[in-house]
């Protein structure tokens, strides 16, 4: 049994180009160069092969004659006469050495048939030994014939023996392959590229980053992506505008019966309250407050989504930013950042979710360490890190569930806000241990 050698898939794959334009190129160009090749040797080995034969049997047979006529005239002067006759008749330039021996070696072994089919002509007629040298010269091929008497030594050109059809084939075949690449390169590109742009604007449209419709362009089907795609940007636009309307309505119409409230819960009468009615109305109050800090949270966040834009922001800067504020308030917070770091982003949006992780870290923290750094690859991390009692493994996710909260106070929208801000972006937020003890909060943001 013979080990075979397992052919890897993988392998192919890897060689293979990868983009849609080497691709479609690579289908175009390999069967194009395939025909070419299988029709270059069919008519090569077909047509050039006998035009070469009967070629190099002609000037075999010429040679033949006129070493018949040498031997048959001894006399340097008849001979003289030979050769001049085949100079002018043949175009092959002869000459005798007498009393010589052959003082050539064959060299042979060029490109195409024609050495071996004059080598085999000139056996068949000559029945004398001889030598070719087809080295010695590129124009002519240089013969040595051993006559009794000596060695008659003949140039034959090589013009009488084949013609350049051949290179003038191969260089046909990379030429129209060249040809063939360019014409077929210019119009993929061009359909390359409005898929390219589609691609493009499906990233940027996932990244928050709103470039309004595309112009569909290209073969139909990619018009008929983009159209699509169009359609689906404008529906989801739609919706997270409904979404935000609705949000910011109802918390604002909300607003006013909750102020109302209150206020009549404030003017009750004192001095009619017992004891017991009294801690009841400051429950109320307290309820009331929360109602409206819950509704505070709605607004701001509505207002997040509102029609802010993507622009090119220095993050670090809204860093610094949300630590002052955090200081302000009286938090220890060390910020350790680069110089400047400038993406697209909706600047108050996440100045609006990294002030809600520090918040968090606030509340259940003494220590709050802030950070970012840019990852390898088109993104950037920022760290918001507590030295508090963080989260238990198994809610690490259910936190970031609207109204998940247990602390006082708490609405429990910060963290979800905070997600949907950064998933707007493009991005994401994962929750884990901290190397200060505490809670990580770790965002990564596209570039
Ligand atoms: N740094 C942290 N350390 C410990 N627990 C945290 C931390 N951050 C969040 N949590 C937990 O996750 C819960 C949800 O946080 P989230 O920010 O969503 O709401 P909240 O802080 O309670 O209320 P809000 O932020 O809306 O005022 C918190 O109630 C708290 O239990
Ligand atoms: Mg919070």
Redesign the pocket.
């Known amino acids: 049994m013979t080990s075979q050698t397992p052919l890897r898939p993988g392998l192919i794959k890897r060689m293979l180009p990868r983009s849609l334009l080497g691709r479609s190129l690579l289908i175009i160009l390999l069967p194009l160069v395939l025909l070419q090749a299988v029709a270059l040797q069919i008519f090569y080995g077909s047509h050039l092969d006998v035009v070469s034969r009967r070629l190099a049997a002609a000037v075999a047979g010429e040679i033949a004659t006129t070493v018949d006529l040498m031997r048959r005239q001894p006399w340097s002067a008849d001979r003289g006469w030979i050769l001049q006759g085949a100079l002018d008749r043949y175009e092959i330039a002869m000459r005798f050495d007498p009393g010589a021996t052959l003082a050539v070696r064959t060299r042979k072994d060029i490109i195409g048939p024609m050495d071996d089919d004059l080598g085999m002509a000139l056996s068949d007629k000559l029945h004398l030994p001889f030598a070719m040298d087809w080295k010695a010269d590129t124009h002519s091929v240089l013969l040595q014939i051993q006559l009794p008497d000596g060695v008659l030594i003949a140039d034959v050109p090589r013009k009488r023996l084949y013609t350049g059809m051949i290179y003038l084939f191969v260089v046909w075949l990379a030429g129209t392959a060249l040809v063939f690449f360019g014409i077929a390169a210019l119009f993929m590109r061009n359909q390359v590229r409005a898929i390219r742009r589609l691609a493009q604007a499906a990233e940027a449209f996932g990244m928050g980053r709103d470039h309004g419709p595309i112009k569909p362009e290209g073969a139909s089907e990619v018009r008929q992506a983009a159209t699509a795609f169009n359609r689906m940007q404008e529906r989801i636009r739609r919706f997270l505008a409904q979404r935000t309307e609705m949000l910011a309505g109802v918390s604002h119409d909300l607003r006013t019966p909750l102020t109302r409230l209150r206020l009549a819960l404030a003017m009750l009468p004192y001095v009619s309250q017992g004891a017991e009615m009294r801690g009841e109305v400051a429950e109320m109050t307290a309820d009331v407050e929360e109602m409206e800090r819950m509704i505070g949270?709605y607004l701001a966040f509505a207002r997040c989504e509102g029609a802010e834009q993507a622009q090119p922001v220095n993050l670090v800067a809204v860093l610094e930013d949300v630590a002052a504020g955090a200081r302000r308030s009286g938090a220890a917070v060390v910020l350790e950042t680069p110089e400047e770091l400038t993406l697209p982003l909706r600047a108050d949006a996440v100045r609006r979710a990294i002030t809600?992780l520090v918040?968090?870290?606030r509340?259940?923290?003494r220590h709050v360490a802030l950070a970012v750094t840019q990852l390898p690859g088109r993104s950037v991390q920022v760290t918001v890190d507590?030295d508090?009692?963080?989260?238990p493994p198994d809610r690490l996710e259910s936190?970031f569930r609207p109204f998940?909260?247990?602390?006082a106070g708490?609405?429990?929208?910060?963290?979800?806000i905070a997600r949907d801000i950064v998933r707007a972006h493009g991005g994401d937020i994962v929750l884990e241990d901290s190397p200060l003890g505490?809670?990580r909060a770790r965002i990564r943001l596209p570039v």
């Not at 508090?388 to 989260?391: F, K, M, Q, V």
């Open positions: 949270g809600n918040d968090n870290a509340r259940h923290a507590d508090g009692p963080g989260i936190v998940e909260s247990d602390a708490g609405t429990g929208l910060g963290l979800t505490g809670l």
